[in-house]
């Protein structure tokens, strides 16, 4: 997936959308917990529009995907802390974009 994410036009948003979903289903697969990937897929139609409207900001995939490489090696690594607060970080930023959005319209 992180290959694929490194050679995406960052500008399909449409494709970015969906690999970014297909990486957050991925983790919360990883888990271990049931629920979460059934959640999550539950809202993917939802998560697709709206990561669409994210990624139309083509500047913000790079950031996106390197958060994705950094939680990748901390799974790697076995280390729940860092791939946590990792995640933490990019949901924030996430919302930092999303609100950007929010005041523009």
Known sequence: MLR???H????NTEKVSELDFNFHHLVALSSGNRIYPLLLNSFKQCYINLAGQ??????????VFHFHKQIVTAFTDKDDGAAAQLMRRMLDHGAEQLNKLKAQS
Not at 8 to 11: A, C, E, G, L
Request: hydrophobic share 30%; aromatic share 12%; glycine share 0%.
């Open 54 to 63: 994210f990624f139309n900001d083509s500047t913000v995939v790079p950031e």
């Open 8 to 11: 995406i036009d960052n500008q």
């Open 4 to 6: 694929e994410e490194d």
